[in-house]
């Protein structure tokens, strides 16, 4: 397949692996991640046609947003949630490119996807030298083949001079020398890796800049509709065996039986339901204070999980309901709505109740990154549970709540790529009320998290400094602590010195200089003379 080229387009390729090169070989991600990502937005946007419908495309629109946004806090935090954000949202700017009238968002990742792959084929065929060239190399063949011997006969006349004139011997052996500076110099940035590398950007450069229009899954999404419509041909949703049954032969329910199974277990469910928000609303909503002896972790972890598990299972069944014809059935429409609505305002009581567990726990024993992920997944709970309700009395389709959910899982993304979590979980968890604190939690932590626990070193002696190792508490002693504090300080000094700009982040830098300003009688807290030294198992 010809694929012609653009006079820009062949001038941003190369321009583009160049570019990735120079900012990314042995170099992490930071403001090499926004400029790379500045450099593909406006090299798409150069490359489009002016009447292009995806200019027109919010979807696009958001991604192009999201990807600038996240870039920048790259740039700035230098997170797994930056990049892994900035990643996903140059994903969907080239999805939507490829096919303006997707919506989905998991569509236009694969479709970015199939894009990359058929690309690689096309830039393969563009990179095979032409028939030209072929007929220059095979002149170039064999006039080396007429070479070999004057050559060979140049080599043996050297090596008698050199025998016979130290001077010429003393001037080659000098030329020599600086051949093999030279190539020594050379072949470490032509190494293999480094190769490969180059042409790991090029194909990124090339994904980014053609676009080989990938139909199929915008052939799928277009098959779908916002809104549940009337199928005469399948009425039913369930099937029973006959009592003589035969294979492939099925007697299914009417409408009026699948709506009495569907308000009996709404019924049932609401009941049961019930008593468990009450139960809940007395014991945790209000006044709760966990007993001597109570077992926090299980409390929060294991009732979560089958919390949250419990408020999927009831989606579904909503989900499965509300899927075709019973969105129709007129004689008990309103009750089953009711019932339905009913159900889902009581599983968002149910979700605050798991917001709760998980406020106590960290109350109590301090923020973690699972605490945040439950409160980002019950903000996706919340919304779904809102597009549950979309569904009951618009009677919006599957896709429909795909969509939406999926743009709110982006938006939640992006959330987390502007948080600078690992900092705020030191100032929360460094709290003096907190007598006893995980500290090799916060030794793990990113460097930009250092000044944090290095000011705060003087207020450690006393506590109860505790650390994971294997699935096991052990409590750290303070001066093993601290001699682990100073280490991370002193390789991150070191680091930060040798780091090149491509890779450095704004609040590494504002770490470092933190660092370095601190007195030393901050950074080099003496331990108390009766701390102890050793590892006791809890």
């Not at 190494?191 to 180059?198: E, K, Q, R, Y």
């Not at 369930?238 to 019924?267: H, I």
């Given at each position: 397949?010809r694929?012609p080229?653009?006079s820009?387009?062949?001038?941003?390729?190369?321009l583009?692996a160049?570019?990735?090169d120079?900012?990314?070989?042995?170099?992490?991600?930071?403001?090499?991640?926004?400029?790379?990502t500045?450099?593909?937005?406006?090299a798409?946007?150069?490359?489009?046609p002016?009447?292009?419908?995806?200019?027109?495309?919010?979807?696009?629109?958001?991604a192009?947003?999201?990807?600038?946004?996240?870039?920048?806090?790259?740039?700035?935090?230098?997170?797994?949630?930056?990049?892994?954000?900035?990643?996903?949202s140059?994903?969907?700017?080239?999805?939507?490119?490829?096919?303006?009238?997707?919506?989905?968002?998991?569509?236009?990742l694969?479709t970015?996807?199939?894009?990359?792959?058929?690309?690689?084929p096309?830039?393969?065929?563009?990179l095979?030298?032409p028939r030209?060239?072929?007929?220059?190399?095979q002149?170039?063949r064999?006039?080396?083949?007429l070479?070999?011997l004057p050559?060979?006969?140049?080599?043996?006349?050297?090596l008698?001079f050199?025998?016979?004139?130290?001077?010429?011997?003393?001037?080659a052996?000098?030329?020599?020398?600086?051949?093999?500076?030279w190539?020594?110099?050379?072949?470490?940035?032509?190494?293999?890796?480094?190769l490969?590398?180059f042409?790991?950007?090029?194909?990124?450069?090339?994904g980014?800049?053609?676009?080989?229009?990938?139909?199929?899954?915008?052939?799928?999404?277009?098959r779908?509709?916002?809104f549940?419509?009337?199928?005469?041909d399948?009425?039913?949703s369930?099937?029973v065996?006959r009592?003589?049954?035969?294979?492939?032969?099925?007697?299914?329910l009417?409408?009026?039986?699948?709506?009495?199974v569907?308000l009996?277990?709404?019924?049932?469910?609401?009941a049961?339901?019930?008593?468990?928000n009450l139960?809940d609303?007395?014991w945790?909503?209000f006044?709760?204070?966990?007993?001597?002896?109570?077992?926090?972790?299980?409390?929060?972890?294991?009732g979560?999980?089958?919390?949250?598990?419990?408020?999927?299972?009831a989606?579904g069944?909503?989900l499965?309901f509300?899927?075709?014809?019973?969105?129709?059935?007129?004689p008990?429409?309103?009750?089953?709505?009711?019932g339905?609505?009913?159900?889902?305002?009581?599983n968002?009581?149910?979700?605050v109740?798991?917001?709760l567990?998980?406020?106590?726990y960290?109350?109590?024993?301090?923020l973690a990154?699972?605490?945040?992920?439950?409160y980002?997944?019950?903000l996706?709970?919340?919304?779904g549970?809102?597009?549950?309700?979309l569904k009951?009395?618009?009677?919006?389709?599957?896709?429909a709540?795909v969509?939406?959910n999926?743009?709110?899982?982006y938006g939640?993304l992006l959330?987390l790529?502007?948080?600078?979590?690992?900092?705020?979980m030191?100032?929360?968890?460094?709290?003096?009320?907190?007598?006893?604190?995980?500290?090799?939690?916060?030794?793990?932590m990113?460097?930009?998290?250092?000044?944090?626990?290095?000011?705060?070193?003087?207020s450690?002696?006393?506590?109860?400094?505790?650390?994971?190792?294997?699935?096991?508490?052990?409590?750290?002693?303070?001066?093993?602590?601290?001699?682990r504090?100073?280490?991370?300080?002193?390789?991150?000094?070191q680091l930060?010195?040798r780091?090149?700009?491509?890779s450095?982040?704004?609040?590494d830098?504002?770490?470092?200089?933190?660092?370095?300003?601190l007195?030393?009688?901050?950074t080099?807290?003496?331990a108390?003379?009766?701390?102890?030294t050793?590892?006791?198992?809890?």
């Amino acid at each position: 397949m010809r694929f012609p080229l653009t006079s820009l387009q062949k001038l941003l390729l190369p321009l583009g692996a160049v570019l990735f090169d120079f900012l990314f070989w042995q170099e992490r991600a930071g403001l090499n991640m926004l400029l790379y990502t500045v450099f593909v937005l406006a090299a798409v946007v150069a490359t489009l046609p002016k009447t292009s419908l995806v200019l027109r495309s919010g979807y696009f629109r958001a991604a192009f947003l999201g990807a600038i946004f996240s870039g920048l806090m790259v740039a700035v935090y230098g997170s797994f949630a930056a990049y892994l954000t900035c990643v996903v949202s140059l994903a969907l700017v080239l999805g939507y490119v490829n096919q303006p009238h997707l919506k989905l968002v998991g569509y236009a990742l694969l479709t970015a996807l199939g894009n990359q792959l058929r690309v690689v084929p096309v830039l393969a065929r563009m990179l095979r030298a032409p028939r030209q060239v072929g007929a220059k190399a095979q002149r170039i063949r064999f006039y080396a083949r007429l070479l070999v011997l004057p050559v060979v006969a140049l080599g043996v006349f050297h090596l008698l001079f050199a025998l016979a004139n130290p001077r010429y011997a003393e001037y080659a052996q000098r030329a020599w020398v600086a051949v093999e500076e030279w190539l020594a110099a050379l072949l470490p940035n032509i190494s293999v890796p480094h190769l490969l590398f180059f042409l790991l950007g090029l194909v990124l450069t090339a994904g980014a800049l053609l676009v080989v229009p990938v139909h199929f899954f915008a052939d799928q999404e277009s098959r779908f509709g916002e809104f549940v419509r009337r199928q005469r041909d399948r009425v039913a949703s369930f099937a029973v065996r006959r009592p003589n049954f035969q294979p492939q032969s099925f007697r299914a329910l009417d409408l009026r039986k699948e709506y009495l199974v569907a308000l009996g277990l709404f019924g049932l469910v609401n009941a049961l339901l019930l008593v468990v928000n009450l139960i809940d609303i007395q014991w945790i909503w209000f006044g709760f204070t966990p007993a001597p002896g109570f077992d926090l972790t299980q409390f929060v972890h294991e009732g979560t999980y089958v919390l949250i598990l419990s408020i999927l299972v009831a989606m579904g069944i909503v989900l499965w309901f509300f899927r075709r014809n019973l969105n129709f059935y007129a004689p008990g429409l309103r009750w089953l709505r009711i019932g339905a609505t009913v159900w889902v305002v009581q599983n968002g009581v149910l979700a605050v109740s798991v917001a709760l567990r998980n406020y106590y726990y960290i109350l109590h024993t301090g923020l973690a990154y699972k605490r945040i992920g439950v409160y980002g997944f019950l903000l996706l709970t919340f919304f779904g549970l809102a597009t549950i309700l979309l569904k009951i009395w618009q009677r919006r389709s599957a896709y429909a709540l795909v969509r939406l959910n999926a743009l709110a899982a982006y938006g939640l993304l992006l959330v987390l790529a502007a948080g600078n979590w690992e900092s705020w979980m030191t100032r929360y968890n460094l709290q003096p009320r907190f007598r006893r604190v995980d500290y090799g939690f916060l030794l793990a932590m990113p460097d930009r998290v250092l000044p944090e626990l290095a000011a705060r070193a003087g207020s450690m002696p006393g506590r109860q400094l505790i650390s994971e190792v294997n699935g096991r508490w052990i409590d750290i002693s303070w001066p093993d602590a601290h001699a682990r504090l100073q280490e991370r300080l002193r390789a991150f000094r070191q680091l930060e010195q040798r780091r090149h700009w491509q890779s450095r982040t704004y609040l590494d830098s504002r770490a470092y200089h933190a660092i370095i300003g601190l007195e030393p009688t901050q950074t080099a807290t003496a331990a108390p003379a009766a701390a102890t030294t050793s590892l006791a198992h809890r």
